[in-house]
């Protein structure tokens, strides 16, 4: 499966970006979905979990309650909306996409087999 993400720019702090994600290929299976992001120097950390079976959500405490996550299963799109965006959050993020997580595995990038080629967001103070 090719993962393609969109949606990054530049935005002021305190605004708002919606992240997308497109998966073509076999998308027939049914993936679980990730968004990572990483920032100079920093390893790759999680930011946001979607889990196909029972569409549970997970979210790493730094975004907990300002992103959401979400699948639009017509269109195999996965979104990450972004709000009350802080310079902390400046980063490229990326999709990335697994079969069948148990649900500490979301948090691990190692974990996912197929990765978009990320997006810029950056966040101006």
């Known amino acids: 499966v090719q993962l393609q993400a969109s949606g990054g720019g530049l935005v002021q702090t305190g605004g708002s970006l919606r992240l997308s994600c497109t998966a073509s290929g076999r998308t027939e299976t049914n993936y679980d979905m990730g968004w990572f992001r990483q920032a100079p120097g920093k390893e790759r950390e999680f930011v946001a979990g979607f889990r196909w079976s029972t569409r549970a959500t997970y979210y790493a405490n730094s975004v907990k309650g300002r992103f959401t996550i979400s699948r639009d299963n017509a269109k195999n799109t996965v979104h990450l909306q972004m709000n009350s965006l802080k310079p902390d959050d400046t980063a490229v993020y990326y999709c990335?996409?697994?079969?069948?997580?148990?649900?500490?595995?979301?948090?691990?990038?190692?974990?996912?087999?197929?990765w978009g080629q990320g997006t810029q967001v950056t966040v101006s103070s």
């Open positions: 990335a996409a697994a079969q069948n997580l148990i649900t500490s595995s979301f948090r691990s990038p190692n974990m996912y087999r197929y």
